[in-house]
């Protein structure tokens, strides 16, 4: 479908400028929740006319949805190559042991490197809580397959059936070892009396969840 034309008073589309909303809207609906963000304060904070909303998206709720897409789907393709691997090759308990390492490491270095991942979280936070349409296209688009890496990486490390319902917890709560550093950045941030997490905590933290890793993949005791 092509999108609706821009009235004729408008100006014609700026350069970049579908990226600036979505950068914007990460902000407004970060902040205020999509109820709480209008159209306009988003075409405002992105310095472009408020019409360009529309002739990119179409609306707010498609906008809210592409930004959700976006950001699971960008995270999600910087473990493009280690998600392929997992896919498509049968490791052996070490490799994927060491595949999961690596997918999870890089993953963690990319959620506590920027302060988008931090506006992210509060989106995504209230998408877990409360969930609207667009937990749909969040998971769709890039949560599910992450997740079920994961999963079938830590089932063949520690000896276990994928996609059983142990091996799904004991993912997710892998899983939920490394999140906790975002969606509750503030209170470890606070323990630790610093403004943000720093090299010497991603170190620790990555080293700890290899450890981690090592326990959950342990073959179950017979």
Known sequence: MQPPSIPPHAPAPAAGAR????????EQFGEHGYDGASIRDIARAAGVNIALVSYHFGSKERLYHELARSLVARRVQTALGTLASARTRNPGPAAARTMLKTLLGGFASGLLASR??????????????????????????????????????????????PETHDSIIRAHMLLGQMLSFVFANAVICRRLGKDSLDRRALATITAILNQNIDALAKPPRP
Request: proline share 2%.
């Open 116 to 161: 988008e991942i931090h506006m992210a979280a509060r989106l995504i936070v209230r998408e877990q809580t409360r969930p609207t349409a667009a937990f749909d296209v969040i998971y769709n688009g890039g949560m599910e397959t992450f997740h079920k890496a994961v999963t079938r990486l830590l089932a063949i490390a520690s000896g276990r059936e």
């Open 19 to 26: 990226e600036k909303l979505l950068a914007a809207a990460l």
